[in-house]
Protein backbone atom coordinates (compact mmCIF):
# COMPACT_ATOMS: atom_id res chain seq x y z
CA UNK A 1 0.00 0.00 0.00
CA UNK A 2 1.93 3.02 -1.38
CA UNK A 3 1.33 6.21 1.54
CA UNK A 4 -1.27 9.03 0.58
CA UNK A 5 -0.11 12.40 0.90
CA UNK A 6 0.82 14.28 3.95
CA UNK A 7 -2.59 15.42 5.33
CA UNK A 8 -4.30 12.33 4.12
CA UNK A 9 -1.16 10.60 5.89
CA UNK A 10 -1.66 12.09 9.48
CA UNK A 11 -5.48 11.37 9.14
CA UNK A 12 -5.08 7.89 8.27
CA UNK A 13 -2.00 6.62 10.56
CA UNK A 14 -3.74 4.55 12.39
CA UNK A 15 -5.02 1.93 9.43
CA UNK A 16 -1.80 2.03 7.33
CA UNK A 17 0.23 -0.33 9.04
CA UNK A 18 3.86 0.28 8.27
CA UNK A 19 3.69 3.59 7.36
CA UNK A 20 4.70 6.31 10.32
CA UNK A 21 6.59 10.07 10.44
CA UNK A 22 9.04 10.36 12.48
CA UNK A 23 9.22 14.03 14.09
CA UNK A 24 9.62 17.21 11.99
CA UNK A 25 13.18 19.31 11.95
CA UNK A 26 11.14 21.72 10.45
CA UNK A 27 8.17 24.11 11.52
CA UNK A 28 4.88 22.45 11.55
CA UNK A 29 3.27 24.33 8.97
CA UNK A 30 6.01 23.30 6.29
CA UNK A 31 6.62 27.09 4.78
CA UNK A 32 10.62 27.09 3.60
CA UNK A 33 12.44 30.15 5.12
CA UNK A 34 13.67 32.70 2.39
CA UNK A 35 17.33 31.51 1.25
CA UNK A 36 16.09 27.83 1.00
CA UNK A 37 14.75 25.06 -0.95
CA UNK A 38 13.51 22.20 -0.86
CA UNK A 39 13.04 18.54 -2.81
CA UNK A 40 10.92 15.55 -2.60
CA UNK A 41 13.32 12.88 -1.38
CA UNK A 42 12.76 8.79 -1.54
CA UNK A 43 14.75 6.06 -1.21
CA UNK A 44 15.78 3.29 1.23
CA UNK A 45 17.84 3.56 4.58
CA UNK A 46 21.39 1.62 4.02
CA UNK A 47 23.13 2.97 7.41
CA UNK A 48 22.44 5.47 10.06
CA UNK A 49 25.63 7.23 12.28
CA UNK A 50 23.99 8.23 15.60
CA UNK A 51 27.02 10.32 16.44
CA UNK A 52 27.18 12.39 13.29
CA UNK A 53 23.70 12.96 13.47
CA UNK A 54 23.38 10.51 9.73
CA UNK A 55 21.54 8.71 8.03
CA UNK A 56 22.86 6.95 4.67
CA UNK A 57 20.19 6.82 1.94
CA UNK A 58 20.44 4.95 -1.28
CA UNK A 59 17.65 7.41 -2.97
CA UNK A 60 16.27 7.68 -6.05
CA UNK A 61 16.99 10.38 -8.98
CA UNK A 62 16.06 13.80 -6.93
CA UNK A 63 14.80 16.16 -10.26
CA UNK A 64 16.77 19.63 -10.13
CA UNK A 65 19.30 18.12 -7.47
CA UNK A 66 21.30 15.35 -9.07
CA UNK A 67 20.92 11.58 -9.96
CA UNK A 68 19.99 8.61 -7.98
CA UNK A 69 22.73 8.41 -5.34
CA UNK A 70 23.52 6.80 -2.01
CA UNK A 71 25.23 9.21 0.10
CA UNK A 72 24.93 10.35 3.91
CA UNK A 73 22.58 13.59 4.63
CA UNK A 74 21.96 15.26 8.24
CA UNK A 75 18.86 14.88 9.54
CA UNK A 76 17.38 18.44 10.35
CA UNK A 77 16.29 17.05 13.98
CA UNK A 78 19.16 14.45 14.68
CA UNK A 79 16.85 12.70 17.98
CA UNK A 80 14.66 11.36 14.90
CA UNK A 81 17.46 8.92 14.09
CA UNK A 82 16.38 6.62 16.41
CA UNK A 83 12.97 5.57 14.68
CA UNK A 84 15.43 4.79 10.78
CA UNK A 85 16.58 1.42 10.55
CA UNK A 86 18.16 -0.12 7.70
CA UNK A 87 16.40 -1.21 5.24
CA UNK A 88 13.31 1.40 6.02
CA UNK A 89 11.98 2.90 2.69
CA UNK A 90 11.51 6.72 3.28
CA UNK A 91 9.84 9.69 1.71
CA UNK A 92 11.21 12.89 3.14
CA UNK A 93 11.82 16.80 1.87
CA UNK A 94 15.41 17.83 1.31
CA UNK A 95 16.33 21.08 2.43
CA UNK A 96 19.48 23.05 1.08
CA UNK A 97 20.53 26.36 1.81
CA UNK A 98 20.54 28.32 -1.81
CA UNK A 99 22.77 31.55 -1.65
CA UNK A 100 24.23 30.85 -5.21
CA UNK A 101 21.83 30.87 -7.75
CA UNK A 102 19.71 28.20 -8.50
CA UNK A 103 22.01 25.12 -9.65
CA UNK A 104 23.00 22.14 -8.11
CA UNK A 105 26.54 23.57 -7.44
CA UNK A 106 25.35 26.05 -5.29
CA UNK A 107 23.61 24.49 -3.50
CA UNK A 108 24.49 24.25 0.41
CA UNK A 109 24.31 22.67 3.95
CA UNK A 110 21.82 19.53 2.45
CA UNK A 111 19.49 18.00 5.07
CA UNK A 112 16.40 15.86 5.81
CA UNK A 113 13.07 16.77 7.54
CA UNK A 114 9.65 15.96 7.52
CA UNK A 115 10.49 12.17 7.25
CA UNK A 116 7.63 9.64 6.86
CA UNK A 117 8.25 5.43 6.83
CA UNK A 118 6.63 3.92 4.24
CA UNK A 119 7.91 0.73 4.58
CA UNK A 120 9.51 -0.62 7.82
CA UNK A 121 12.18 -3.19 7.38
CA UNK A 122 11.25 -4.04 11.23
CA UNK A 123 7.27 -3.86 11.02
CA UNK A 124 7.30 -4.85 14.54
CA UNK A 125 9.25 -1.95 15.69
CA UNK A 126 7.93 0.15 18.35
CA UNK A 127 10.80 3.15 19.42
CA UNK A 128 11.81 2.93 22.83
CA UNK A 129 11.15 6.68 23.40
CA UNK A 130 8.14 8.53 21.81
CA UNK A 131 9.22 12.10 21.59
CA UNK A 132 6.45 14.46 21.08
CA UNK A 133 6.32 16.94 18.39
CA UNK A 134 5.00 20.12 19.64
CA UNK A 135 2.22 21.75 17.95
CA UNK A 136 0.54 25.06 18.24
CA UNK A 137 -2.18 24.59 21.06
CA UNK A 138 -1.08 21.85 22.90
CA UNK A 139 -1.69 22.67 26.56
CA UNK A 140 2.34 22.23 28.23
CA UNK A 141 2.78 20.13 31.17
CA UNK A 142 3.27 21.67 34.71
CA UNK A 143 6.68 20.64 34.82
CA UNK A 144 8.70 21.41 37.93
CA UNK A 145 12.45 22.37 37.98
CA UNK A 146 14.98 23.59 40.23
CA UNK A 147 16.32 27.33 39.46
CA UNK A 148 19.57 29.12 39.89
CA UNK A 149 18.15 30.34 43.28
CA UNK A 150 17.85 26.75 44.13
CA UNK A 151 14.13 27.38 44.00
CA UNK A 152 11.46 25.11 42.76
CA UNK A 153 9.36 26.71 40.37
CA UNK A 154 6.77 25.27 38.00
CA UNK A 155 5.59 26.16 34.67
CA UNK A 156 2.18 26.69 35.86
CA UNK A 157 2.85 29.53 38.27
CA UNK A 158 3.80 31.31 34.84
CA UNK A 159 0.31 30.99 33.83
CA UNK A 160 -1.21 34.80 32.62
CA UNK A 161 2.27 35.73 31.39
CA UNK A 162 3.84 34.75 28.15
CA UNK A 163 6.72 32.58 28.35
CA UNK A 164 9.58 31.78 26.07
CA UNK A 165 11.83 28.68 26.58
CA UNK A 166 14.53 27.43 25.54
CA UNK A 167 17.27 24.49 25.91
CA UNK A 168 20.60 24.67 26.78
CA UNK A 169 23.43 23.29 29.03
CA UNK A 170 26.27 25.68 30.57
CA UNK A 171 29.35 23.31 29.28
CA UNK A 172 28.21 23.15 25.42
CA UNK A 173 30.72 24.58 23.33
CA UNK A 174 29.14 24.67 19.82
CA UNK A 175 28.94 28.11 19.06
CA UNK A 176 26.08 27.98 17.14
CA UNK A 177 23.91 25.81 19.57
CA UNK A 178 23.29 26.94 23.30
CA UNK A 179 25.63 29.87 23.12
CA UNK A 180 24.23 30.96 20.34
CA UNK A 181 20.39 30.83 22.27
CA UNK A 182 21.35 32.23 25.02
CA UNK A 183 22.82 35.20 23.59
CA UNK A 184 19.43 35.08 21.39
CA UNK A 185 17.46 35.43 24.62
CA UNK A 186 19.92 38.06 26.46
CA UNK A 187 18.87 40.37 23.30
CA UNK A 188 15.37 39.60 23.62
CA UNK A 189 15.32 40.03 27.25
CA UNK A 190 17.01 43.59 26.50
CA UNK A 191 13.75 44.46 24.04
CA UNK A 192 11.24 43.29 26.14
CA UNK A 193 12.83 45.75 29.07
CA UNK A 194 12.38 48.87 26.90
CA UNK A 195 8.81 48.34 27.13
CA UNK A 196 7.83 48.02 30.96
CA UNK A 197 4.22 46.72 30.55
CA UNK A 198 5.19 44.14 27.52
CA UNK A 199 8.12 43.21 30.18
CA UNK A 200 5.56 42.37 33.11
CA UNK A 201 3.71 40.44 31.31
CA UNK A 202 6.41 37.92 29.79
CA UNK A 203 8.93 35.69 30.86
CA UNK A 204 12.24 33.98 29.82
CA UNK A 205 12.92 30.33 30.82
CA UNK A 206 16.16 28.44 29.84
CA UNK A 207 16.36 24.89 30.86
CA UNK A 208 19.27 22.84 31.10
CA UNK A 209 19.20 18.90 29.95
CA UNK A 210 22.58 18.30 32.33
CA UNK A 211 21.23 18.51 35.93
CA UNK A 212 24.04 17.08 37.70
CA UNK A 213 26.36 19.61 36.57
CA UNK A 214 24.24 22.57 35.97
CA UNK A 215 23.74 22.78 39.57
CA UNK A 216 21.63 26.43 41.27
CA UNK A 217 25.24 27.89 41.53
CA UNK A 218 26.43 26.86 37.97
CA UNK A 219 23.50 27.89 36.45
CA UNK A 220 23.25 31.23 38.32
CA UNK A 221 27.04 32.11 37.57
CA UNK A 222 26.03 31.57 33.46
CA UNK A 223 22.79 33.28 33.82
CA UNK A 224 24.26 36.12 34.95
CA UNK A 225 27.08 36.18 32.42
CA UNK A 226 24.71 36.15 29.62
CA UNK A 227 22.50 39.30 31.32
CA UNK A 228 25.67 41.10 31.71
CA UNK A 229 24.19 41.82 34.99
CA UNK A 230 26.64 39.20 37.04
CA UNK A 231 26.14 39.18 40.75
CA UNK A 232 23.84 41.25 40.41
CA UNK A 233 21.11 39.66 38.37
CA UNK A 234 18.01 39.05 40.40
CA UNK A 235 16.72 36.30 37.39
CA UNK A 236 12.96 38.49 37.89
CA UNK A 237 12.90 38.40 34.40
CA UNK A 238 15.11 35.21 33.11
CA UNK A 239 15.26 31.92 35.03
CA UNK A 240 17.49 29.47 34.44
CA UNK A 241 16.95 26.01 35.93
CA UNK A 242 17.00 22.16 35.45
CA UNK A 243 14.54 19.42 35.98
CA UNK A 244 15.76 16.68 38.43
CA UNK A 245 17.29 13.73 37.03
CA UNK A 246 14.06 11.87 37.35
CA UNK A 247 12.22 14.24 35.35
CA UNK A 248 14.46 14.69 32.85
CA UNK A 249 13.41 12.43 30.20
CA UNK A 250 9.61 13.76 30.96
CA UNK A 251 10.66 17.01 29.88
CA UNK A 252 12.90 16.67 27.05
CA UNK A 253 10.49 14.41 24.83
CA UNK A 254 7.58 16.50 25.77
CA UNK A 255 9.70 19.27 24.09
CA UNK A 256 11.51 17.03 21.34
CA UNK A 257 15.41 17.31 22.67
CA UNK A 258 17.00 14.50 21.97
CA UNK A 259 19.93 14.60 23.94
CA UNK A 260 22.83 12.02 23.72
CA UNK A 261 26.72 11.37 25.04
CA UNK A 262 29.14 13.46 22.71
CA UNK A 263 32.71 12.59 22.11
CA UNK A 264 34.47 13.48 25.24
CA UNK A 265 33.90 13.88 29.13
CA UNK A 266 30.78 16.46 29.60
CA UNK A 267 30.18 16.65 25.94
CA UNK A 268 26.12 15.49 25.06
CA UNK A 269 24.81 15.40 21.83
CA UNK A 270 21.76 17.44 21.44
CA UNK A 271 19.07 19.01 18.66
CA UNK A 272 17.72 22.45 19.73
CA UNK A 273 14.13 23.52 20.88
CA UNK A 274 12.58 27.02 21.39
CA UNK A 275 8.78 27.32 22.74
CA UNK A 276 6.59 30.33 22.82
CA UNK A 277 3.90 29.77 25.69
CA UNK A 278 0.79 31.58 25.41
CA UNK A 279 -0.73 33.16 28.91
CA UNK A 280 -2.82 29.98 28.87
CA UNK A 281 0.00 27.64 29.16
CA UNK A 282 -0.72 26.47 25.61
CA UNK A 283 1.97 26.22 22.35
CA UNK A 284 1.84 29.25 19.96
CA UNK A 285 5.49 28.64 18.31
CA UNK A 286 7.92 26.10 18.42
CA UNK A 287 11.37 26.25 16.90
CA UNK A 288 12.99 23.51 16.39
CA UNK A 289 16.52 24.84 14.84
CA UNK A 290 18.59 28.00 15.16
CA UNK A 291 17.40 29.48 12.01
CA UNK A 292 14.96 31.88 14.07
CA UNK A 293 15.46 35.69 14.02
CA UNK A 294 15.16 37.65 17.27
CA UNK A 295 12.57 40.32 15.72
CA UNK A 296 10.49 37.79 14.15
CA UNK A 297 10.26 36.32 18.18
CA UNK A 298 10.02 39.41 19.53
CA UNK A 299 7.41 40.62 17.23
CA UNK A 300 5.61 36.79 18.31
CA UNK A 301 6.29 37.85 21.83
CA UNK A 302 4.46 40.93 21.57
CA UNK A 303 0.93 39.26 19.43
CA UNK A 304 0.78 36.42 22.23
CA UNK A 305 0.93 39.06 24.80
CA UNK A 306 -1.73 41.50 23.44
CA UNK A 307 -3.97 38.08 22.76
Request: charged share 20%.
Amino acid sequence: MRCKPLLILLLFLAVLPGCRRAASGHDASGSIPSGQKSFPVRGRVVSTDAANGEVTLDAEAIPGYMEAMAMPYKLAAPNTLSELHPGDRITARLLVDATRGDDSSGYRHPRLDQIVVVAQARPDYKPAVQYHVPQAGDLVPDFHLLNQSARQIHLAQFKGKVVLLTFIYTRCALADFCPRMSRNFAEIDKALATDSKLYAQTHLLSVSFDPAYDTPKVLRSYGGAYTGRLAREDFGHWDFAAPSAKDLSAVTQFFNVGVTPGDGPGNLTHSLSTILIGKDGRIVAWYPDNDWKMDDLVAQVKNAAAA
